[in-house]
């Protein structure tokens, strides 16, 4: 039996949906992420060029965009596991240069930006109570890395109860195996998994009902 013959019998990868009010989640694209001789590598280059097309989507759409950064304190007081598991992510606080959104994707006057210390854009900050404030009911979610900080706030949405969706070509990750295979996983547990193209495709359609 295949793996999906397996999912599938036990009851998984079933699709929660698209909801009415979506929000737009991007993850972690910052210049350290980009850049193969930092934390890059992979796919995530490509990943930043296809998120270019579904944030100026949302923009026109005029919906809630929520970007995201990794940052520390210059003097570690906020340093902890993370930090001792990855060395050098220590670097990344408010003024580097890794750790700056990555220009094309650089966000506008009124584009909400959550600084974080855990790979969840939700672990201890207030993106859950911003997206409620905002009647947000659908998360979509690109950024980078699949395996990593993309999981885990694609868990942690799903676990606040939004319907999340995870943009299969807006996501990336240094290595191709622990992208697919997350892909894989949290398309069968936690969330949908579109393309930009449909993603861009489901924005409009709500938009041209409303």
Not at 100 to 119: A, D, F, S, W, Y
Request: proline content about 4%; hydrophobic content about 35%.
């Amino acid at each position: 039996m295949d793996d999906i013959s397996i999912y599938s019998k036990q009851g998984f990868g079933n699709s929660s949906g698209f909801g009415g009010t979506p929000a737009l989640l991007i993850v972690d694209f910052v210049n350290g992420f980009c850049d193969p001789e930092c934390f890059g590598g992979g796919n995530i280059l490509d990943a930043v060029n296809q998120t270019r097309l579904l944030l100026d989507q949302a923009r026109k759409s005029n919906l809630p965009i929520v970007h995201t950064r990794i940052v520390y304190e210059e003097d570690s007081a906020d340093n902890g596991v993370f930090c001792e598991k990855v060395p050098g992510l220590e670097r990344l606080t408010e003024t580097a240069s890794i750790g700056q959104i990555v220009e094309p994707l650089k966000p506008r006057k009124g584009e909400h930006v959550v600084r974080k210390t855990q790979p969840s854009a939700f672990f201890g900050t207030g993106l859950a109570a911003w997206l409620i404030g905002k009647n947000v009911s659908t998360v979509v979610v690109a950024g980078c890395t699949t395996s990593g900080c993309v999981r885990a706030s694609v868990v942690d949405s799903m676990s606040y109860n939004f319907k999340t969706i995870v943009v299969s070509d807006c996501v990336g990750d240094r290595a191709m195996g622990p992208h697919e295979a997350n892909l894989f996983d949290m398309g069968q547990k936690y969330a949908d998994i579109h393309t930009c193209k449909e993603t861009i495709n489901s924005i409009i359609k709500l938009q041209s009902a409303v």
